[in-house]
Every structure is written in C-alpha cells, then in structure tokens.
C-alpha cells in the first residue's frame, strides 16, 4: 500500500514539503502550505505569474467552491454521506454498472478489475464518487479537486471505506505530486473548465509512470449540446472564438451557479484536437458518446424517453455525442 502522502511535493519547485503539525514548508523554494480539515491547501499567489491569472483561478475557485457547496446539500448527493460502509459499496456497485451501461469511462475504457494495488489520481473529484469508485476496487487514491469543497467530499466517502485515499486542493496546472508516481489518472467533465488545458495535460504526463494511462473525458464541440449555444452566441453577436467561448461559458454549468456567479470557463475541442493535446503521449485513442435527445433545448424534456431517445442515441451517439472519452498512454 503506497503511504500517499510521500507523494507529494511542491507545486512550483517540485522540492520536498516535510509535514510539520498541520503544515507544511517547501525546503527548496520555502513556500508554505497547510490543510483545511483532511484536505492539504496547494492553492497560492505565487504559483502564478501575474495577480490577473491569480485573480482568474480564484473567481473559477470561487464559482465551483460555492456551487459544490450547495450541490453537496442537495438531495441527489448529500444522501451519499450518511451511508454506512456496506450501503456505500453497493452505491459504487450499482454506479459501475450505470457508467458501464451508458458506455462511460468507468467499465469500458477502466477495467475495475484492473485497479487492484494500482496507485490512481482523480483530478477534479466532484461529489467524490469517482474517487470513491477507484479506491473501493484497491487503488491508492489521490483525489484532488481546486475546491476544498469537493476534495472534502472525496475524503469523507474514502474514509467510510477504510481505503488508502488522500484529499488535496490543488489546481490542474500546478500539481503538488512527485512525477512519474501514478499508474493511471483519471479525469471526468473536468479539464475543459482549465484556462490552460496544455499545462494541466503536461502535468499529467509529469505524473504518469512509464506505460501509465490517463483516462480524459472532455466536452465535444461538434455536438447536439454544444453546437446550439454556439449557434445563439454567433446569433448574438459573439464571432470570434474567444467572444463564443464567453458566452457558451456564461451560458452552462446552470446547476453550479450561486448568487452572481456564472461559470467562468468552459471550452470544447474536436477529436483532431484531442490527438494534438495528447501528442506528448505514445498511444492516445479517442471515441464520442454521450448523445440525448434530452439535450436539445425547450423539446428536450419532452423526446428523452424511452425507445425513442435510444434509437437517436444508437444513431447519433459517435456523432454527436457531448463527451470525448480519451485513453492516453505514456
């Protein structure tokens, strides 16, 4: 069993960061990093070159903290942890096969079967499931998200399962972890929010031992979902691609948004960009899915049912589907 915390080091330097009573020092650069709870804190100004990509990180640090917040007492998550030990695995069990099902990552691309004694990192972990899911089949798991919101989440489902898991908060671009210290990394609906999707990418091949594999789901910009905001931002106004990628991001992510605060970035790519992002890896391979009439605006609610929307998915799935799924091995 990997003692995790071993593993980390310093996001700007990659030096060592002994743990000293809760906190913790970088001994090459100095810098100093603590812990919220369970959750260790990488997330400072002077990971980043001016105070305007500072400001940036923590206006999308702000948007997904506050909308984990909420989200995480809501009814369709929060009843996740109040669940006893065997109720959890029986969730994980039935939220496999939902992914296998639904021809997701988890089942299809991830072999559970294969995770056993395997060292794993969630980026971006959300409610937590996803890191609940790799530890329960005997990976060590480090579940790391840019809100502690969600990193605290993870933990507390790792933690009902008596499983070797750590909880960081950390950003994609700057990962406090030694290289080459992982067999695969997993990240669902999460790297296209990063400003910078190339550094996070980077990053991961940093991470990744020889023969490691990442498993990526980014959003597809030839897709019934993101085709129609594009469509009204062009009707709109918004021409260029950096104006599309404003409104389309202003325009999503509606079940986070708390208060005043819309999301701050998303982006799309095409399956040639996926191999172009990937090129650093030696096999990359990339398929679409994730196709529903349910997508479609207004109509949506009304053609998501039954016989109907399976046909539209048999036919439109490799087509229009949201989702990249990507393998990527280094």
């Not at 890191?131 to 005997?138: E, I, K, T, V």
């Not at 409104?247 to 191999?275: A, H, L, V």
């Amino acid at each position: 069993m990997t003692d995790l915390a071993l593993l980390l080091a310093c996001p700007k330097c990659h030096g060592n960061i002994p743990q000293d009573k809760g906190s913790m020092r970088c001994a090459g650069c100095g810098l100093q990093y603590g812990k919220k709870g369970e959750v260790y804190d990488f997330i400072c100004r002077e990971l980043y070159g001016s105070q305007d990509e500072y400001d940036k990180t923590r206006e999308i640090l702000e948007f997904w903290g506050a909308g984990w917040e909420k989200r995480l007492n809501e009814d369709e998550h929060s009843f996740i942890y109040r669940l006893p030990k065997a109720e959890l695995e029986k969730y994980l069990n039935d939220f496999g096969s939902f992914h296998k099902e639904n021809n997701f990552l988890f089942g299809n691309e991830v072999d559970p079967n294969s995770l056993e004694s395997k060292t794993s990192l969630n980026i971006g972990c959300g409610a937590g499931d996803e890191s609940a899911f790799l530890a329960y089949h005997g990976s060590s798991c480090v579940a790391l998200d840019v809100t502690s919101q969600a990193a605290g989440a993870a933990w507390m489902l790792m933690d009902t399962l008596d499983s070797n898991g750590m909880a960081i908060q950390a950003d994609s671009r700057f990962m406090p972890l030694r290289g080459q210290s992982f067999d695969l990394v997993y990240s669902s609906g999460v790297l296209h929010h990063s400003p910078n999707i190339n550094r996070s990418i980077n990053e991961i091949h940093r991470l990744l031992k020889p023969r490691g594999k990442a498993y990526i789901m980014l959003y597809a910009t030839c897709s019934l979902m993101f085709l129609q905001p594009r469509l009204i931002g062009i009707f709109k106004g918004y021409i260029s691609k950096d104006r599309q990628i404003e409104y389309m991001s202003r325009d999503g992510e509606k079940d986070w948004e708390t208060e005043d605060r819309t999301n701050p970035y998303t982006e799309t790519f095409t399956i040639t960009q996926c191999r172009k992002l990937f090129s650093s890896f030696r096999k990359v391979s990339v398929r679409k899915g994730g196709f529903s009439l349910g997508q479609i605006r207004v109509a949506g609610s009304f053609l998501n049912k039954g016989f109907l929307n399976s046909m539209a998915k048999r036919l439109l799935d490799s087509r229009l589907g949201a989702c990249l799924f990507i393998t990527a091995e280094k």
